[in-house]
């Protein structure tokens, strides 16, 4: 049984339990995906299944001979998995794979914010602001250890490109999912901006 859905953030609200608690909660727009490929070990050297989700606008000739028979995909992502017997392409995957209450994997791509200095991206506190020091409040202070090694060391915490990267939240609580409407609600948040594309996986923890 395949375990994974692609999805699309929709956006966050809340959801009032019923003892009262207002809950923060993300709303994902989890259409159903179908099997576009299947990936065995003996071909690929592992198990796993490509699936495509949204209605792509225009497509190449490779891809859709790729797609052929499956669907016109504009995205396409893949879920390893430990056995794929019984699994076939063009078989569909909607959110009823997932139930209230079931604790899943939520990965995505966080918000890029740019070029940002050591105290915005690692949280350095910066330098003093007193004693006659007033143009290093924010620098990053001595990156260097000398003679020895003599070189700034691989992984220093510097300034740099802030986000756009893969991130993954982990052991999310589900508190809907609705097949009629192809509509996931998961309690907090999860990585990315609206409309951004996301996977949900059962979680392995």
């Given at each position: 049984m395949i375990d994974g859905?692609?999805?699309?953030?929709l956006g966050m609200t809340q959801l009032f339990r019923e003892d009262g608690v207002a809950e923060a909660v993300t709303v994902i727009d989890a259409s159903p995906c179908a099997v576009v490929q299947i990936k065995t070990t003996a071909k690929e050297g592992y198990n796993a299944v490509q699936l495509g989700y949204g209605k792509a606008k225009k497509l190449t000739s490779p891809a859709k001979g790729h797609l052929k028979g499956t669907g016109e995909f504009d995205c396409l992502r893949e879920f390893r998995m430990d056995d794929i017997e019984g699994i076939n392409v063009g078989d569909k995957v909607d959110v009823?794979?997932?139930?209230?209450?079931?604790?899943?994997?939520?990965?995505?791509?966080s918000k890029g914010k740019g070029f940002a200095g050591v105290m915005k991206r690692h949280g350095f506190h910066g330098?003093?602001?007193?004693?006659?020091?007033?143009?290093r409040w924010r620098a990053p202070g001595a990156i260097g250890a000398g003679t020895t090694p003599g070189k700034v060391r691989k992984g220093m915490r510097m300034a740099g490109r802030m986000g756009n990267q893969?991130?993954?939240?982990?052991?999310l609580v589900v508190v809907k999912a609705d097949a009629e409407r192809n509509i996931l609600v998961v309690r907090g948040a999860v990585p990315g901006a609206n409309?951004?594309?996301?996977?949900?996986?059962?979680?392995?923890k």
């Open positions: 859905i692609i999805g699309r953030k009823s794979i997932f139930q209230p209450g079931d604790i899943v994997d939520v990965t995505g791509i330098g003093p602001k007193t004693h006659g020091q007033s143009d893969r991130v993954t939240a982990r052991n409309n951004g594309i996301i996977l949900i996986g059962k979680s392995g």
